[in-house]
């Protein structure tokens, strides 16, 4: 398992660099994007870019989405599964920095029992 994890994490670095030299090459400066998942799926809901009208090709923007939702699934595994989570990715181009916001969803039960009342 802990060779399964480290071989995950070196693949997502290795993505990270070369979806990075890609978008800097298409002059963009930051992405953000919006992400949510639940009864077992999900997926990369909005992207955006600045500078604003910046485009990226079919497959280096499937690339991206994919990277973008490993991101938060690296973090929090399995947090597609039932009610689900959500939230978004930030990555600043120019700093190389990531910041993930992430909410999970849950339901809760309150019980009261009464006897004799």
Do not use: C
């Amino acid at each position: 398992m802990e060779a399964m994890v480290r071989a995950r994490k070196e693949q997502l670095a290795a993505d990270r660099k070369v979806i990075l030299e890609i978008l800097r090459q298409a002059g963009i400066a930051r992405v953000e994007a919006r992400y949510d998942g639940y009864g077992d799926s999900g997926n990369i809901e909005d992207v955006t870019f600045e500078p604003a009208g910046v485009q990226l090709a079919a497959g280096p923007l499937e690339e991206l989405k994919d990277f973008l939702w490993a991101v938060p699934y690296e973090l929090h595994p399995g947090f597609e599964i039932n009610e689900g989570g959500y939230g978004e990715v930030t990555w600043d181009l120019v700093a190389d920095r990531i910041d993930v916001s992430h909410n999970e969803r849950f339901t809760d039960t309150n019980h009261h029992e009464h006897e004799d009342v």
